[in-house]
């Protein structure tokens, strides 16, 4: 059985983007997903499945949220495997060990064409760092992520796909709750 991570975008925001993190472990462990855990409150859920594909994976997790929480919201997965690989690809070494929270990745719902990678670069105004070339990327936001002008709605745009972010110190905790993963073992985190 898979271990895999399931990235919801843009929810307990505010406003009408409100998961429960404990309900949101209930729903997917009814629905068939074991040893589901979640990690701080921002959508961010490790769980083990039978299903072989991600986009099957993403589609039950996106349908039991618009369902029970009545939010359409967007899921992005990735396998442990992958996730690791997210977190040894990372070209920002120094900026992951000096300062994480103005690093981070954005994860895709699919691989935009290596020009959408060039249009986001040309679209940075600011100190920003963009590097990517797959169904994800990285940024360095050296001025902060809240005083940008390269904002995820920006990068969608320029890449002409959905995505999701998160800073490097929630990259590392998911790496870390994956690598932790007892296998089929029913169990919760806090």
Known sequence: MPDYLALLRAVNLGGS???NMGELRDRLTR???DNVRTLLNSG???FRSDLRRREEVEGQVEREVARHFGQPTDCFVRTKVEWANVISANPFSREAEEDPARLTVIVLKATPAAEA???????VTGREVVRGASDWGYIVYPDGQG????????IERALGVRGTIRNWNTVGKIGSLLAASPGSRPGRSP
């Open 17 to 19: 983007s409100q998961v």
């Open 31 to 33: 629905c068939g997903f």
């Open 44 to 46: 961010n859920v490790v």
């Open 117 to 123: 990678w060039e249009r986001l670069r040309a679209a």
């Open 147 to 154: 005083r940008s002008r390269l904002t995820a709605d920006r």
